[in-house]
């Protein structure tokens, strides 16, 4: 049977519709039980929350969605991905489905409020406002681990851009639950907003691009920077963390429990997704995705790029070669 266009076990469903009646999503994180009655009530929490979504037009990308590992793929564990801030869940849509072939169920929700049609560069209602920011992310964190905590196998989080600082305050409010966490351009500061980056998001969502052009990112990273940074400084609990940026690398130094490498600075911050740079050259796509997939699966560090000068950011290069030395 499908869910949300996807396939899962129709006796899963069952014992899903049973604990639905039963299941709410609690607002802090719990250790969850194990096994079978886990399982039923990681997908019975996910259907609730999926529901929420129900009366909202949303565009073509943004839907919440689970993407299950193949059926002939032993599954290992969960991965939640959260988008960046002006992006959706579409921003992980290659990602998930190369690691549905490793047996990893990818969980792509939607950052509060986002999502919405929006027509041409006109406002959009029911995003954050400073003055709900901090409790409307804070519940969405909450809803997110409440989700994940009753995954069996590996729990890996990760997130792109501002979607790493919200990733940051996930596990930050859920101790132990993560495995690894690994984040992409982590973004701490509002995003620039002028007339020319706003036309061209638009020729990107001309081009299948889901997402938003033109918005105050300012609430959002003024709220959640403190905490993110307090987390890098701190360590993400048991997780282990690996940082893939093209920015200054000061945000790591020193820290014995991440791991760090960087891009040249001409690879975009959305650096994962086809969807967001049509029509270019993603020559590093390739090896970021090898090196994602094994640090998701195996907990193996990005590969550096042996031989070459120091990225200035003053982190390692990233390898631009898929192919390991180890």
Not at 283 to 295: M, P
Request: glycine share 10%.
């Amino acid at each position: 049977m499908l869910l949300n266009g996807r396939t899962v076990p129709f006796i899963v469903l069952i014992v899903t519709g049973f604990v639905v009646s039963c299941s709410t999503i609690e607002p802090r994180f719990a250790p969850p039980p194990s096994g079978a009655e886990a399982t039923a009530v990681f997908y019975a929490r996910w259907v609730d929350w999926l529901g929420r979504f129900d009366a909202t037009v949303l565009q073509d990308g943004c839907r919440p969605a689970l993407i299950e590992p193949r059926p002939d793929v032993p599954y290992r564990g969960t991965v939640v991905l959260v988008h960046d801030i002006t992006a959706c869940p579409q921003q992980f849509f290659e990602l998930a489905d190369l690691l549905a072939l490793r047996g990893y169920r990818s969980f792509l929700p939607l950052l509060p409020g986002h999502g919405r049609v929006q027509p041409g560069a006109g406002r959009v209602g029911g995003l954050p406002t400073a003055r709900d920011v901090r409790r409307r992310y804070e519940a969405f964190a909450a809803v997110i681990s409440g989700i994940m905590a009753y995954a069996p196998g590996d729990r890996v989080i990760g997130g792109n851009g501002a979607g790493a600082a919200v990733s940051l305050m996930i596990n930050g409010g859920a101790p132990g639950l993560y495995d690894r966490h690994i984040v992409w351009s982590p973004s701490f500061t509002p995003g620039e907003r002028t007339a020319e980056a706003t036309r061209a998001c638009l020729r990107l969502r001309a081009r299948g691009r889901a997402g938003y052009c033109d918005i105050d990112t300012a609430p959002v990273m003024t709220a959640l920077a403190p905490r993110a940074e307090q987390m890098l400084r701190d360590g993400p609990g048991k997780a282990r963390l690996q940082i893939v940026t093209t920015a200054p690398g000061t945000m790591v130094a020193g820290m014995d429990h991440a791991v760090a490498c960087a891009y040249p600075a001409e690879v975009p911050p959305s650096m994962l997704s086809v969807f967001d740079n049509p029509g270019v050259d993603m020559y590093w796509l390739d090896s970021l995705l090898s090196g994602t997939i094994d640090f998701i699966v195996d907990g193996l560090p990005l590969p550096i790029g042996f031989g070459r000068n120091m990225n200035p950011s003053g982190l390692p290069e990233c390898a631009l070669s898929a192919e390991r030395a180890d």
